[in-house]
């Protein structure tokens, strides 16, 4: 089964994710945890140039091929030999990211994203999406602190430094996207605490694996 968490910077999704996969893992699950960009040996360095702030002169056609190349690279090497091998693999990001930030947010066709992304996986769309959903103010305020508690402002902060506009309209857009897929997206609201938050993924991927 191939699990993916979307959302906006700040929503919390690397905790949920932690708690998922404990608690797959204790219910007799094989699971692996990945992530886009870099989750493969080539995606870490193209992962360096998407989010490094001296990226500041990508057109956005590059910006949308990397991502492309990443994920192209992520479903060859990870996601299909661990969905083969019968696995849950659980990835922090995917496809529907370019669709919301290239897409509803720089202003490219979601529909050619939709199909480029066609190429890409290559079969491997998700088996289900956790969309965590919060007020942008309020996420990117939390992103913000992490990457000054990381010191990774400099190598990863190219999107939190952003517009808040720019973070409304893919928020807004994600929201669009999860009705318009409605039968693989879960909505939560992340402005609760964690554990209520996890209570809520809990139920729906129990329900998703009860009813494969
Ligand atoms: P993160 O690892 O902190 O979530 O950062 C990844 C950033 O890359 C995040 O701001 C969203 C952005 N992104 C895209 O714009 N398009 C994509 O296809 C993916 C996977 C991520």
Known sequence: MFITFEGIEGT?????????????????????VTLEPGGSRIGRELRKILLNMDSTDITGECELFLYLADRAQHVGQVIKPAVEAG?????????????????????????????????AVSGHWPDLTVLLDIDPEIGLKRAMTRNLQDNKMQEEGRFE??????????????????ALNQERFVVINADQTPDEIFTEIKEKVVERLQSR
Do not use: C, M
């Open 12 to 32: 919390g999704k690397t905790t949920q994710i932690k708690l998922l996969t404990n608690f797959l893992k204790e219910s007799g699950h094989e699971v692996d």
């Open 87 to 119: 696995k849950v693999i659980i990835s922090d990001r995917f496809a529907d990211s370019t669709i919301v930030y290239q897409g509803y947010g720089r202003g490219l066709d979601p529909k050619l994203l939709r199909e480029l992304n066609d190429v």
């Open 161 to 178: 430094a952003e517009s808040i506009d720019f973070h409304s309209r893919v928020r807004e857009g994600y929201l669009t996207w999860a």
